[in-house]
């Protein structure tokens, strides 16, 4: 099935430990097929199958670790 690619601006990140975190979780979440997230860049970018999940999904992982996230179009 195709997927889709994220792009999400995340805030409260403050060490690198922070960009694994929010990887670990991510990659327990069904349908997503690859992530990458950096502190330096505030970013994390999502690869997901929109059959399983979608970007709301993603923010709502995130914000339960303690970050919030925002889409980037
Ligand atoms: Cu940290």
New binding site residues.
């Given amino acids: 099935m195709a997927t889709t690619t994220h792009t999400f601006r995340i805030e409260g ?7 694994l ?1 929010i990887d670990d979780a991510l990659e327990d979440l069904p349908g997503v097929r690859s992530t990458q997230t950096t ?1 330096k860049q505030a970013r994390s970018t999502v690869e997901l199958d929109p059959g399983q999940n979608s970007p709301e999904d993603v923010i709502k992982v995130i914000e339960e670790l303690g970050y919030r996230a925002s889409p980037l179009p």
């Fill in positions: 990140m403050h060490c690198g430990s922070c960009a975190l502190m």
